[in-house]
């Protein structure tokens, strides 16, 4: 399971074959088919956690590496189709009880219908968010720039007067920053206006005004270098922020897989029968869905694997039955004379 799903997530492999974390570089620490985490520290005692703690109270109750009671989990629910009755068992129910239990039935599946349907839905949105995020990292948009586009383009849509002035009044703002950003004077667009102290040295002729808009275009560029250079840590942050938080997901996600794989081959006889076709659909679940439902969308495909069971053999000889007395079996033993 761990290797189909290093895979899927695209983590490169080691010197030795080993999954690299995508942030860090360094092996990645996942549990082993034994139970133990590569890389990690001997195990302690059975009594105790690595780090010392206890791993129960005087309730007997099982605490985790902090001191805090591990809550039990609930036991699995059953589907629709373990639930419903076998011909056989319905022939021993009576008609009311037999029709009560296929109404219980047919609104169980109703429920398992929507919970996958709400699945399916969270996965749209969730390909519809990422699509737009992907828009405004590749386009060096931020939000409140996305918001003035949208509202920009509201104004336009609407075509009233009051909103086609308050469309212009965006437009000459734009105007207005892409001639100071080119040193350019037009009409209505003093490049002076925000500079008061060079206005005052052109007007008492210390300054050309020729030199004046250098020196001010000179100040401009080094206030836009500081903005773009703020924006750009800032978006390395969030950026990092991001796949810390994504990568955090997937490995809390794995871990919960990894603890129900190893409670099926514990529990479940036909595992390993099953194991091939469930990792054939690791792949496609973890590239379409978010790391929060890979494991119940993996367990509803692995209660929908079907194994096949190998006949009985019809030659097969049939074994005699013990026999409660000493008697052998076959013909009569001849009576003493």
Do not use: C
Not at 106 to 128: C, F, G, R, Y
Not at 202 to 217: N, P, W, Y
Not at 261 to 289: C, F, M, N, Q, R
């Amino acid at each position: 399971m761990k290797a189909a799903i290093d895979a899927a997530l695209g983590y490169k492999k080691g010197p030795n074959g080993e999954a690299l974390d995508p942030l860090t570089g360094k092996p990645k620490v996942t549990p082993d088919e034994g139970g133990e985490k590569k890389g990690a520290k001997p195990p302690a005692a059975d009594d105790k956690h690595p780090n010392g703690a206890p791993k129960k109270n005087e309730k007997g109750e099982d605490l985790d590496a902090e001191g805090k009671v591990i809550q039990k989990q609930a036991p699995k629910l059953k589907t629709a189709a373990e639930l419903d009755l076998k011909p056989e068992e319905k022939k021993a129910l009576h008609t009311k009880t037999q029709a009560r239990f296929a109404e219980v039935i047919s609104t169980l599946k109703a429920h398992e219908t929507t919970i996958a349907q709400q699945a399916e839905q969270v996965k749209t949105l969730t390909e519809a968010r990422d699509a737009i995020i992907g828009v405004m990292r590749d386009t060096q948009t931020t939000q409140d720039e996305l918001g003035s586009y949208l509202e920009y383009n509201l104004l336009l849509k609407q075509g009233t007067v009051q909103s086609l002035n308050r469309a212009l009044e965006v437009v000459n703002q734009h105007r207005t920053a892409i001639l100071q950003a080119l040193g350019k004077e037009e009409p209505g667009v003093d490049l002076l206006a925000d500079f008061p102290d060079l206005a005052e040295d052109v007007t008492e002729s210390r300054l050309t005004r020729e030199r004046a808009l250098e020196i001010a275009q000179g100040r401009r560029d080094k206030v836009a270098r500081e903005q773009a250079s703020r924006e750009q840590q800032e978006r390395q942050r969030a950026q990092t922020q991001t796949e810390a938080q994504r990568k955090q997901a997937q490995d809390a996600a794995l871990v919960e897989l990894e603890k129900w794989t190893a409670s099926l081959a514990k529990t479940d006889l036909d595992y390993k029968a099953k194991e091939d076709k469930l990792l054939a659909k690791v792949d496609g679940v973890i590239k379409k869905y978010p790391p929060n439902l890979w494991l119940s969308t993996l367990q509803m495909m692995y209660e929908g694997i079907e194994v096949q069971k190998a006949p009985a053999s019809p030659g097969g000889k049939q074994q005699t039955p013990l026999r409660p007395s000493g008697a052998k079996p076959g013909g009569a033993q001849p009576k003493d004379m």
